[in-house]
């Protein structure tokens, strides 16, 4: 488990965490680890970042989250293509112009939140997730098999993966 940290001063319970894609990105907003409030899979076409960008910013206008989670994307161990990696900064600088805290987490991070449950893979993790919060279990991708493209609707299961792992980070999970 990764060590606690003290919330925010301004935390509302509103964590937005998303996930960005090489078709686009998947958020989730939670009020608490039980409780999300809205998720969605955001499409565009390649080249159309701006869409993706403008779309992220009317999520920020319309929840006013406190806190923005994301992956890490430029460590030595990601293997973010450069246009994913730019989107990434640009959700960043735009949560930052709005006053909302910013979180990074790497991925080994969100694996040892997820550790205790016995899930080490992005499916794994999913599946855990859709059995904890009933409102995702009908989005749960099948099982991907080697070849496979990753199925849009993992970004959402990875996303809500964030949202929870900040909350381990905070000591607000069960």
């Known amino acids: 488990m990764t060590p606690t940290a003290t919330a925010p001063s301004h935390y509302t319970g509103l964590v937005l965490a998303a996930h960005p894609t090489s078709r686009g990105f998947g958020w989730v907003l939670f009020e608490n680890p039980q409780t999300p409030v809205a ?13 993706l960008a403008s779309r992220f910013e009317r999520l920020l206008d319309r929840y006013e989250p406190a806190v923005f989670v994301l ?7 990601s293997r973010r293509h450069p246009r994913i990696q730019q989107l990434c900064r640009t959700m960043l600088h735009e949560a ?3 006053a909302v805290d910013t979180k990074i987490f790497d991925r080994e991070v969100i694996a040892a939140v997820f550790a205790e449950t016995g899930a080490t893979t992005r499916d794994a993790i999913a599946r855990i997730i859709a059995a904890r919060i ?24 990875n996303a809500a993966a964030l949202a929870l792992t900040y909350f381990a980070y905070i000591g607000d999970l069960d």
């Open 39 to 51: 998720w969605s899979i955001v499409h565009a076409r390649p080249g159309r970042d701006q869409h």
């Open 71 to 77: 992956e890490a994307f430029e460590s030595s161990t």
């Open 96 to 98: 930052s112009v709005r």
């Open 134 to 157: 009933e409102a995702f279990s009908y989005r749960l991708p099948p099982k991907r098999k080697l070849g496979d493209s990753e199925d849009a609707r993992q970004s959402l299961f």
